[in-house]
T-cell receptor, first 113, second 113 residues
Framework: GDSVTQMEGPVTLSEEAFLTINCTYTATGYPSLFWYVQYPGEGLQLLLKATKADDKGSNKGFEATYRKETTSFHLEKGSVQVSDSAVYFCALSDMGSNYKLTFGKGTLLTVNP | KAGVTQTPRYLIKTRGQQVTLSCSPISGHRSVSWYQQTPGQGLQFLFEYFSETQRNKGNFPGRFSGRQFSNSRSEMNVSTLELGDSALYLC????????????FGPGTRLTVL
């Protein structure tokens, strides 16, 4: 079945530091890949997505590239802000699982001023 | 356009009781999915409804059930509550079943005592 593995953290960075959160996946088909963000006390917000190999998703300074050869979708940001403090979830969906979202365990990011 | 709304936001129940949670999708969205979020198991898919029909189901016992109405609003019901059912229950809507982009509500926090 489908699965997503991401570094669990927590990750603590200083403002303006570089961020990488690793994500690898296993899927029966050809999945779409997502990063969701959850701020304290809120639901999930879609941060970015990629639907085919070598696609780069980007939003709010965050980027992730769909790497089929390494089955990875690592999240990066060049300069984090305090407001980026949240939990980040990597997820996939594919036709083999009727497009339900399969999530990683989440990575708590704390950015200090 | 209003987002996904979930009611109630917080619930406290005792073991053995039953509970009904409600989700109103974004206007025009006809697919509603439910997820359970716990610290131990992370985010797990419960079920998806589209056009009043259950399209997909996760690995949860029969105590967890749901339905969808003609206006696309959805409810999920948990009967004979157990302590382990304490979780954040998230609802997500999308335009149609199999749509790549799901929009999440803020969740209902259920505590079982």
């Amino acid at each position: 079945g489908d699965s997503v593995t991401q570094m669990e953290g927590p990750v603590t960075l200083s403002e303006e530091a570089f961020l990488t959160i690793n994500c690898t996946y296993t899927a029966t088909g050809y999945p779409s890949l997502f990063w969701y963000v959850q701020y304290p006390g809120e639901g999930l917000q879609l941060l970015l997505k990629a639907t085919k190999a070598d696609d780069k998703g980007s939003n709010k300074g965050f980027e992730a590239t769909y790497r089929k050869e390494t089955t990875s979708f690592h999240l990066e940001k060049g300069s984090v802000q305090v407001s980026d403090s949240a939990v980040y979830f990597c997820a996939l969906s594919d036709m083999g699982s009727n497009y339900k979202l399969t999530f990683g365990k989440g990575t708590l990011l704390t950015v200090n001023p | 356009k209003a987002g996904v709304t979930q009611t109630p936001r917080y619930l406290i129940k005792t073991r053995g009781q039953q509970v009904t949670l409600s989700c109103s999708p974004i206007s025009g969205h006809r697919s509603v999915s439910w997820y359970q979020q716990t610290p131990g198991q992370g985010l797990q898919f419960l079920f998806e409804y589209f056009s009043e029909t259950q399209r997909n189901k996760g690995n949860f016992p029969g105590r967890f059930s749901g339905r969808q109405f003609s206006n696309s609003r959805s409810e999920m019901n948990v009967s004979t509550l157990e302590l382990g059912d304490s979780a954040l229950y998230l609802c997500a809507s999308s335009v149609s079943s199999g749509d790549n982009e799901q929009f999440f509500g803020p969740g209902t926090r259920l505590t079982v005592l």
